[in-house]
């Protein structure tokens, strides 16, 4: 078995910053890439960036993804926050289970609210 388990949500106010960790365990061989999601009440979800580096334009100069590989964990530091970042975040990851097999798999969601 493999778990992504998120944590760092929270409420925050406009402009405020928040630091969301996703941490991958379980019958783990290789990580391929991680990435962060995002979706809103009513909307669908859409990326918000992947550890290549890549951002949504809404974003870019805001949010910063990393990776730990020693950890299996992908990090997204949030700053300059604003009320439409406001949504269920989830990371998912392309992982290589000991199998040999690649499976993507998904966090269970970790809430961000902000205020104005």
């Known amino acids: 078995q493999v778990q992504l388990v998120e944590s760092g949500g929270g409420l925050v106010q406009a402009g405020g910053s928040l630091r969301l960790s996703c941490a991958a365990s379980?019958?783990?061989?290789?990580?391929?890439?991680m990435g962060w999601y995002r979706q809103a009440p009513g909307k669908q979800r859409e990326l918000v960036a992947t550890?290549?580096?890549n951002y949504a334009h809404s974003v870019k100069g805001r949010f910063t993804i990393s990776r730990d590989n020693a950890k299996n964990t992908v990090y997204l530091q949030m700053n300059s926050l604003k009320p439409e970042d406001t949504a269920v975040y989830y990371c998912?990851?392309?992982?290589?289970?000991?199998?040999?097999?690649?499976?993507?798999?998904w966090g269970q969601g970790t809430q961000v609210t902000v205020s104005s």
């Open positions: 998912n990851a392309a992982i290589v289970r000991s199998s040999g097999y690649e499976y993507l798999y």
């Open positions: 379980g019958s783990i061989a290789s990580i391929l890439a």
């Open positions: 550890s290549s580096t």
